[in-house]
């Protein structure tokens, strides 16, 4: 019956990965025949205006245009920039070449830590739209794409160009839901390249990957893209600025500043996330609170209602410390009430009366703080929120105005922290202008750094695996010629006597084995790397 129902729930798994994958591309997929239709009917699909054309396939749609080529041969018959080029595609070739062995390399390690460390994080990992990619990261998913073959098919245009390789045309495409570039060398021309030439444009294009993942990832760094966006943007001190909000949390805005969570201080993006972090490793330890307030001082006016489960209202239940007479003795216990939340947290903390929502950890480090008490003051009493595992009553310090009129305002936030962390996205940057803040939205620089990392991620990936050694791969074309170079211009190795049909056979025999084994062990990451 157990084996039933984890294959039951295994497929069901399946079953729902699969919805996801395959509806939402035949969604789209049908609604480009539709609009393909509409376009026949009115005389507008296919326009060929200025060696341009659109073509539509059943599952493709490609774009395609020569009005490029005139850049492509200016670019690469410049009297400077070829003399630049040539050097720049032979660095191009030596990258490409330890690249190839790299690859194959990390593949066979990157299989390794998945065997041995399944739940480790992995050099490599898959990015799979509907598994473990986000639906509101598909646009830096598939921009990052698109930027990234955009260049890898611009270094493959500019360097046939150099070797003297006419340039047919350059398009874009959309295959299933992915998009790509693509340009189109006249193969004839191709074939007769020399070695040496054909490696320089094979590797062109993951040589040009690798400078936009390197371009990308110092833009990301903390000493270099601040000072490139600093124009229109300034990187904010001590605090982090909320670029965008889910309308359900009302008393945080855009633009606020936010730079404490409870009593962790947050100074930038990294110690934002790391006050979460905290809360998770205290096992989502809660705060109590000294305050001056006696809500029990009037009995006839507290109810218990709030702490329900079922309770969907603006009051919080609470827990204080109360003895209780039994049997003639007196018995500590917890007295629980409902309350306003606003109107009982305080900046000052005392011992949770609550002892396992709090872990020894958490405990220290709150006892360190200087606005805690072992003992509430006289006239004050320790009150403890009284909510479900793992919800925590957060307090955020928000700074609002400049200069001398700053002023710090507290919003809370009672439930689970990590939503809190999910539907407030902040940033380090802000525009630096007030009356560009009405043009520019607040998330604009959150917007570029995901683009930025996701470049970095996807091009840093197409500049190592598109050079693998494999069928249809950039390494393909660079491992045959490879070969060709050892077995057939290198006598060296098999004498001038040797059989020049026999090192001619060589060629293909080799190249086979070694793309067979690199396509199997490529396959078996990517199988494996979904599974686990």
Request: hydrophobic fraction near 45%; proline fraction near 5%; charged fraction near 15%.
């Amino acid at each position: 019956a157990c084996m039933t129902s984890s294959l039951q729930g295994f497929l069901g798994g399946v079953g729902v990965t699969l919805y996801n994958a395959l509806f939402y591309p035949f969604l789209f997929w049908a609604g480009v025949h539709l609009l393909h239709r509409v376009a026949i009917a009115l005389g507008l699909f296919k326009v060929e205006e200025g060696g341009s054309q659109l073509e539509l396939g059943w599952i493709t749609i490609s774009w395609f245009t020569t009005g490029l080529n005139k850049t492509f041969r200016w670019l690469g018959q410049h009297p400077l920039l070829s003399k630049f080029f040539g050097v720049w595609f032979n660095v191009g070739v030596v990258f490409g070449v330890f690249g190839m062995v790299s690859c194959v390399i990390l593949l066979a390690y990157n299989l390794y830590h998945i065997l041995s460390l399944p739940e480790e994080v992995h050099p490599l990992t898959p990015i799979l739209p509907g598994v473990n990619l986000p639906h509101n990261q598909l646009v830096y998913y598939f921009a990052a794409i698109f930027i990234s073959g955009f260049f890898h098919e611009f270094g493959h245009a500019i360097a046939a160009v150099v070797e003297g390789l006419p340039v047919e045309g350059f398009g874009f495409f959309i295959t299933l839901a992915y998009p790509g570039a693509f340009v189109s060398l006249q193969s004839c021309y191709f074939e007769t390249l020399s070695i040496p030439s054909t490696l320089r444009v094979v590797c062109a294009g993951v040589w040009h990957n690798a400078v936009l993942a390197l371009f990308a990832f110092l833009l990301l760094q903390p000493a270099v893209g601040p000072f490139v966006a600093s124009p229109l943007f300034e990187n904010v001190n001590d605090g982090v600025i909320v670029s965008y909000v889910d309308e359900v949390y009302t008393e945080i805005t855009p633009y606020s500043k936010i730079v404490q969570v409870n009593e962790c201080e947050v100074k930038d993006y990294i110690s934002w996330v790391t006050c979460f972090l905290k809360i998770k490793e205290s096992n989502f330890s809660v705060l109590s609170y000294c305050s001056e307030l006696d809500p029990l001082a009037k009995e006839q006016e507290i109810s218990q209602d709030c702490c329900e489960a079922s309770y969907n209202g603006p009051l919080m239940c609470w827990s204080v410390p109360d003895v209780v007479s039994l049997d003639g003795l007196a018995k500590e216990t917890d007295k629980r009430f409902c309350y306003s939340a606003r109107a009982l947290v305080t900046d000052s903390y005392c011992p949770t009366s609550t002892k396992d929502r709090v872990s020894e950890e958490f405990e220290k480090s709150i006892e360190s703080s200087p606005h805690y008490y072992q003992t509430c003051p006289t006239g004050s009493k320790c009150y403890t929120p009284v909510l479900p595992h793992p919800e925590v009553l957060l307090q955020i310090k928000l700074e609002e105005g400049d200069g001398s009129t700053k002023t710090i305002t507290t919003a809370l936030s009672a439930g689970h922290p990590f939503h809190l962390y999910q539907s407030v996205h902040v940033t380090e940057f802000q525009v630096r202008f007030s009356w560009l803040r009405r043009f520019i939205p607040s998330h604009f620089p959150s917007i570029i750094q995901q683009l930025l990392q996701y470049t970095c991620s996807i091009s840093g990936a197409l500049a190592i695996l598109n050079i693998a050694p494999v069928y249809l791969l950039d390494g393909e074309h660079a491992c045959k010629k490879i070969l060709q170079y050892l077995f057939l211009q290198q006598r060296r190795y098999f004498g001038s006597g040797h059989d020049l049909t026999l090192r001619r056979g060589l060629v293909p025999f080799w190249s086979g084995i070694i793309f067979k084994l690199t396509l199997t062990l490529l396959l078996l990451n990517i199988i494996i790397s979904v599974s686990v």
